[in-house]
Structures are given as C-alpha cells and as structure tokens.
C-alpha cells in the first residue's frame, strides 16, 4: 500500500516539475527520492510519471492517482489539525477556498472577527474563478470549508449562508439613472448597449450572459475585466453599463446603482467533505452571522431597509 510520504513525492514532483527540484523541496537526496518514487511505481503496477529531458508528465495512472494523493494528503494534514484542536491547541491553519467575487464582497467581516476570536489560527485562502473549479479543488482535499454557489452532485455536508442580489451599476448621468423609475431598470432596455462584461473564465461571465439571455438579448462587449469591483468602476466612468454583487459596492461609490427588473440573485453555501470539526463548524456560524449580502450602505443608496444581513432560511 503506498504510503503518506510516497504520496507526497508524486505531489511534490509533479509541482516542481523535476525530480531534482522535488528533492531540493523534500530536503531528502535524488537518489533517495527517486528510490522511493520507484517504489511506488511497483506497488501501483505501472509508472505514474514520464521522465522527459527537461520536464516531468503524467501518464494515464498518474493523473488518474494525483488528485486522491492530493486528498490523502490534505486529509492527514486536517486530521493531525483536529487532534490538536481537540487536545485543546487551538493552533494552525483553517483553509476557505471560495470565488473571487465572493472573496471581495462576502469574507472581509467575517474574517476580521475570526481573526479576534481565533488569533492563533491562521487562515489559507484559496480563490477561484468559477464554481465548478472551487467544487473540483474541494472534492480534492484543497480546503476546509469551501464558499459558494450551491454546488451539483455534492455528497458532504452543505449550509445555506444567504442571497446574494446583483446590481446594475453606470454613469450617473445615464439617461436609464436619471429617468423617473431611476431604482430599477429592465435589462432589455439595455439591449442596444455595449457593457462592460468579464472575461470569459470568470463565472461573473456567465451571471450577466444568462441575465441578458432572460432579457431576450445577448450583450454586446465594450471591455473585459475579471474582477467586479474593476467592472463597477469601468461603469461608473462611463464605458457601459455592467452586473455585479451588491457587496462589491464600496462605500461612498461614485456611479449609480439600479435593480434590475426582475431581479438577479445569486445562492450562497457552505460545503465541507466531511462534518466540520469545532474550529471549523465555529467559522461556519461567524459567516452566516456576519455575512453582508447587501450592505447597510447600498441599501440606503437604494431606499431600501436598513439591515445589513439577509435572514436565515
């Protein structure tokens, strides 16, 4: 049976690149190393990798052993966590993979206060582009906790954290800001407009396609940029208008919000593989208490309530 330190050498190999490199990382010797790495080979039956002159690949096997290598070895390294923390060391690391828009908007509250409650516990955060990637990198042993829509076909334990409602933001002296309905707007009034859109790797992409797709339109592209609060500033001087969270709007913000009629909304979850552990069921209830899904700011912007956090389900 392999074991946990053979599975970090394939790990470590494959990262560096080299078996030199991986050696130089490990702090053992090449040789010692690529004994172990053969080892390996013969107890799985085949070789995992394809030692190229300057590079290493992976065969079929080798891919097909990576990512459960990397979830065995995320998995000792929580368990080891766990102990501890049951021992009553409240030390280490808590690692939160999410999305990037969800990063910006949703984590800053609830991480400050984590960080007063927990000094001694740091966190690792790991950002992606689109949920399918965050679900992927989750299934593989890449974080504790992972925020974000609701992920498809996920067997682990699941909480609803809140709804988040997307914004049109554009110049305040857009015609559509200034009309007589000047707190929404229908998207298919925008049909004519060149937007400031995402790249097509960000999942925001797809939130403002099927938006406009539900509008009956597809929106024509003024530019591209990857991250919501750029967006919303490329808006706010006047490129076109653009779709972004609600709690990426910084206070006292420059450019005009509008709802879009009928609304855009976007679920978010918490998802673990396995039932979290004290310190992260701990961080699971500072994030749905705390969650700013349509800050206090934005709402009086809008005319709306004033209360910060969306009520729970």
Same mark, same amino acid.
């Given at each position: 049976m392999a074991t946990l330190r053979q599975l970090?050498? $394939?790990? *470590?190999?494959?990262?560096?690149?080299?078996?030199?490199?991986?050696?130089?990382?490990?702090?053992? *010797?090449?040789?010692?190393?690529?004994h172990q790495f053969q080892a390996l080979e013969r107890e799985v039956g085949g070789p995992l990798l394809e030692r190229l002159p300057r590079a290493v690949r992976l065969t079929p096997a080798g891919r097909a052993? @990576?990512?459960?290598?990397?979830?065995a070895l995320a998995d000792a390294e929580r368990a080891t966590t766990a102990a501890r923390r049951a021992a009553g060391v409240a030390t280490g690391e808590l690692h939160l993979a999410t999305l990037y828009s969800i990063s910006f908007g949703v984590l800053p509250t609830a991480l400050g206060i984590w960080r007063g409650r927990y000094p001694g516990v740091r966190?690792? $955060?790991?950002?992606?582009?689109?949920?399918?990637? @965050? *679900?992927?990198?989750?299934?593989?042993?890449?974080?504790?906790i992972a925020l974000g829509p609701p992920p498809t076909d996920w067997d682990g334990p699941t909480r609803y954290i809140g709804t988040e409602e997307f914004l049109v933001v554009t110049h305040t002296n857009d015609p559509i800001a200034t009309s007589a309905q000047a707190s929404r707007v229908r998207l298919s009034d925008l049909a004519d407009r060149e937007w400031v859109h995402?790249?097509?790797?960000?999942?925001?992409?797809d939130i403002l396609d099927q938006a406009c797709a539900g509008a009956g339109f597809h929106p024509k592209t003024a530019v591209r940029t990857e991250q919501a609060p750029a967006a919303a500033n490329y808006a706010s001087a006047g490129l076109g208008?653009?779709?972004?969270?609600?709690? *990426?709007?910084?206070?006292?913000?420059?450019?005009?919000l509008l709802r879009p009629d009928p609304p855009v909304h976007r679920q978010l979850t918490a998802y673990t593989r396995t039932g979290p552990d004290p310190i992260a069921a701990a961080f699971l209830e500072i994030l749905t208490d705390q969650a700013l899904l349509m800050p206090a700011h934005v709402r009086r912007r809008l005319h @709306?309530?004033?209360?910060?956090?969306q009520p729970r389900r």
């Open positions: 970090e050498y $394939l790990v *470590t190999i494959v990262d560096e690149g080299s078996f030199t490199r991986a050696a130089e990382q490990l702090r053992i *010797t090449q040789p010692g190393l690529s052993m @990576l990512p459960h290598a990397r979830a966190v690792r $955060l790991f950002e992606h582009r689109r949920a399918d990637d @965050l *679900t992927a990198a989750m299934a593989a042993g890449q974080a504790d995402f790249t097509p790797d960000s999942g925001l992409a208008p653009t779709l972004v969270p609600a709690n *990426t709007i910084p206070p006292h913000f420059a450019g005009a @709306l309530p004033d209360r910060a956090t």
